[in-house]
């Protein structure tokens, strides 16, 4: 697992409860803007479908390293704040190191006791689909020269 999501889940770890919605919020306000290709390209495509907020991501590769674009709503501080946090530990990383995040990344960041069941449901559904989405985006960067 990439060090910087290491960092961050460590962090939320050892918070209390309060202190992790906190930390949520914080990261919500760091959520970048998409850039404005993107922002154009918010279909049911780019939707992460088992959120109840709309949350959109991108996947693309740059060289052999992934880069993360998403967008979710303010209105949705703590799937905002999810989604920051989820980007800021994966950019920059190999697709084997995001392959390695663990599927209960929201119960090792202590959310699962501060979150309702279908916010981690839907921030279940983020890590999958960011997975989903590597896996993708390395088959079509490299697939063709496996053949």
């Known amino acids: 697992m990439p060090a910087a999501l290491d960092a961050i ?3 939320l770890r050892d918070a209390d409860r ?6 949520l919020i914080d990261f919500a306000k760091n959520l970048p803007p998409l850039p404005a290709p993107l922002e154009a390209r918010k279909d049911a495509e780019h939707r992460v479908e088992e959120c ?3 949350v959109y991501l991108f996947v693309d ?6 880069a993360l674009y998403a967008d979710a709503p303010i209105e949705a501080p703590t799937v905002r704040g999810f989604v920051s946090l989820v980007l800021e530990g994966l950019n920059g990383s190999t697709p084997e190191d995001v392959f390695k995040v663990p ?3 929201v119960d090792q960041c202590g959310l699962t006791e501060v979150l309702g069941m279908l916010r981690v449901r839907g921030l279940s559904g983020v890590l ?3 997975k989903r989405e590597v896996a993708r985006a390395t088959v079509a960067q490299h697939g063709s020269t496996s053949t």
């Open 61 to 66: 590769m740059i060289g052999d390293r992934v």
């Open 9 to 11: 889940i460590a962090e």
């Open 18 to 23: 309060q202190e992790r919605i906190e930390l």
């Open 52 to 54: 109840q907020s709309p």
């Open 128 to 130: 999958r689909r960011i």
């Open 103 to 105: 599927a209960d990344l």
